[in-house]
């Protein structure tokens, strides 16, 4: 009895997709469980860098990292206003990081 019904649904989506054949229905295998990081796989930390803008006193690693960081974002940027602003917070990071280190 069930695989009339089977049968039937088949050959209602056949003709719904234009005789586009689908293939039979196989019964659904157990779940299993994973986890979800492949194994040998490293996870990167990510830092928000226009988050140094806001921060009340940012250590010059922090100024500097930040700094380098920008430069790198900007030069793989295509040309425009998005990399001129990230060009231009570099800017701000590299006169903070320059006055932290003077004073």
Request: glycine fraction near 6%.
């Amino acid at each position: 009895m069930a695989g009339t019904s089977d049968k039937a649904v088949i050959d209602y989506l056949d003709t719904l997709f234009l005789d586009v054949t689908l293939p039979p229905v196989q019964s659904v295998s157990s779940w299993v469980e994973s986890d979800s990081i492949d194994q040998g796989n490293r996870l990167q930390p990510c830092s928000d860098i226009f988050s140094l803008m806001s921060i009340n006193n940012p250590t010059t690693h922090e100024l500097w990292q930040g700094f380098l960081q920008l430069l790198v974002l900007g030069s793989q940027l295509p040309r425009g206003q998005v990399q001129s602003y990230v060009f231009l917070q570099s800017q701000v990071l590299f006169q903070k990081a320059r006055e932290k280190m003077a004073g």
